[in-house]
């Protein structure tokens, strides 16, 4: 079983439309949970944290289950510019220091007119 | 401020030869890490340096494998004898001590081993 799993999509939404991801990992031990963006032929760049209280960003809404160590991503009001790989990302340490980051497959989400 | 640097950006080479790929991570930087990336597959970690600290190699897939980071900057990952598996692009990243533990991505070096 992979530690991080995500549905691998596509996901072809029409603009405006609101897509969701999920992910599940498999560490218990895992504290940091973060959502990537990655263009195509681009390297990954962070999207958004998520903590275990849910939080917003514009747009982007990002919640965490422990219990169910699962996470999640939704995307309202989706613009053709959201079209990317959305990677789930864990690691095991809380803050700062830094360690290394697990990926998920990641979920290719396609907005189209 | 300038961003982490890699080079080459593309690099082709023959089955059985070394290559060097180069990282320059963000300046202040004190954690440095190599992933790879296969076609169609997640990012798989291969090695992280802290500061002053031994190096995490548990992700190196074989001894053909070896990276080191001189003066706490620059890095270097080296593979010998390159087998076609080894096709991927190796992307390098950076972060701070402190903070949330984003980690900055360089544009990767896209390896072909013909």
């Known amino acids: 079983r992979k530690e991080v799993e995500q549905d691998p999509g596509p996901f072809n939404v029409p603009e405006g439309a609101t897509v969701a991801f999920n992910c599940t990992y498999s560490?218990?031990?895992?504290?940091?949970f973060f959502w990537y963006r990655q263009d195509c032929r681009k390297e990954p760049k962070l999207l958004m944290s998520?903590?275990?209280s849910g939080n917003e960003d514009g747009r982007f809404t990002a919640q965490l289950n422990r219990a169910s160590q699962y996470i999640s991503l939704l995307i309202r009001d989706s613009k053709l510019s959201d079209s990317a790989t959305y990677l789930c990302?864990?690691?095991?340490?809380?803050?700062?220091?830094?360690?290394?980051?697990?990926f998920g497959t990641g979920t290719q989400l396609k907005v189209e007119l | 401020g300038a961003g982490v640097s890699q080079s080459p950006s593309n690099k082709v080479t023959e089955k059985g030869k070394d290559v060097e790929l180069r990282c320059d991570p963000i300046?202040?930087?004190?954690?440095l890490y190599w992933y790879r990336q296969s076609l169609g597959q997640g990012l798989e970690f291969l090695i992280y340096?802290?500061?002053?600290?031994?190096?995490?190699k548990s992700g190196l897939p074989s001894d053909r494998f070896s990276a080191e980071r001189t003066g706490g900057s620059v890095s270097t990952l080296t593979i010998q004898r390159t087998q076609q598996e080894d096709s991927a692009v190796y992307l390098c990243?950076?972060?701070?001590?402190?903070?949330?533990?984003?980690?900055?991505f360089g544009p990767g070096t896209r390896l072909t081993v013909l």
């Open positions: 990243a950076s972060s701070p001590m402190t903070g949330n533990n984003e980690q900055f």
């Open positions: 560490n218990s031990a895992s504290q940091s």
């Open positions: 998520v903590y275990s």
């Open positions: 990302v864990v690691t095991p340490i809380l803050t700062g220091g830094g360690n290394k980051l697990t």
């Open positions: 300046s202040g930087h004190t954690a």
């Open positions: 340096f802290q500061g002053n600290s031994a190096p995490d």
